[in-house]
């Protein structure tokens, strides 16, 4: 079942598994419960994007947004741009099945 999709990732429900997969740009993170996932997207919906940049100015990293994934030895590192396009793939709900149109990019050609 896919929950979201944005034109750099996907949301789903795995069939096999019944884990929760995100995929974002080059990153997979696989939720085994919707309690893991659920903490992980309201973790990112709470992030404010301004202070945290502010704060990470002076970070020789070029993205200044740091998410901590499995226990902090990895880490997604966002530019603002990234961290918005992850929050609307990361639902704070998963009721129903909802695709995000509004960032999809669909290829038409046939070649």
């Given at each position: 079942?896919?929950?979201?999709r944005?034109s750099?990732?996907?949301?789903?429900?795995?069939?096999?598994?019944?884990?929760?997969?995100?995929?974002?740009?080059?990153?997979?993170?696989?939720?085994?419960t919707?309690?893991?996932?659920?903490?992980?997207?309201?973790?990112?919906?709470?992030?404010?994007?301004?202070?945290?940049?502010?704060?990470?100015?002076?970070?020789?990293?070029?993205?200044?947004i740091?998410?901590?994934?499995?226990?902090?030895?990895?880490?997604?590192?966002?530019?603002?741009?990234?961290?918005?396009?992850?929050?609307?793939?990361?639902?704070?709900?998963?009721d129903?099945?909802?695709?995000?149109?509004?960032?999809?990019?669909?290829?038409?050609?046939?070649?």
């Amino acid at each position: 079942m896919i929950y979201n999709r944005t034109s750099n990732g996907c949301l789903f429900k795995c069939d096999s598994c019944q884990s929760i997969h995100m995929e974002f740009n080059n990153m997979n993170i696989n939720f085994s419960t919707k309690d893991k996932y659920y903490q992980f997207a309201e973790y990112l919906h709470d992030i404010n994007i301004a202070a945290v940049v502010k704060q990470n100015a002076h970070s020789p990293y070029q993205r200044k947004i740091i998410i901590p994934i499995g226990g902090g030895s990895c880490n997604f590192m966002l530019h603002p741009g990234e961290l918005e396009d992850l929050k609307r793939l990361c639902l704070l709900h998963l009721d129903t099945n909802i695709l995000n149109m509004s960032k999809l990019e669909i290829d038409f050609s046939l070649n």
